[in-house]
């Protein structure tokens, strides 16, 4: 796992805050991605509202090897 303000710059620490309605929208789009054949596929989803969004990235490709190999370390 890695957190990204945007891409490529990452963060430590980040700290989410959903309603209730968001938090159903994501389990609602976590539950269909589960749902469906999710080995070796790369999926997202977003949240939003006014004026911020919540980008989530579910990849085979991310893991303890490709942090470094991402971002050059």
Excluded: C, K, N
């Excluded at 999710?38 to 303890?64: H, K, M």
């Amino acid at each position: 796992m890695w957190i990204e303000s945007f891409p490529g710059r990452t963060l430590r620490e980040a700290w989410l805050y959903l309603t209730p309605d968001e938090a159903r929208e994501l389990r609602g789009a976590l539950d269909a991605w589960a749902a469906d054949d999710p080995v070796g596929s790369e999926w997202r989803t977003q949240i939003t509202d006014s004026d911020r969004q919540l980008t989530l990235l579910v990849s085979p490709d991310v893991g303890t090897e490709a942090f470094p190999r991402r971002f050059h370390i």
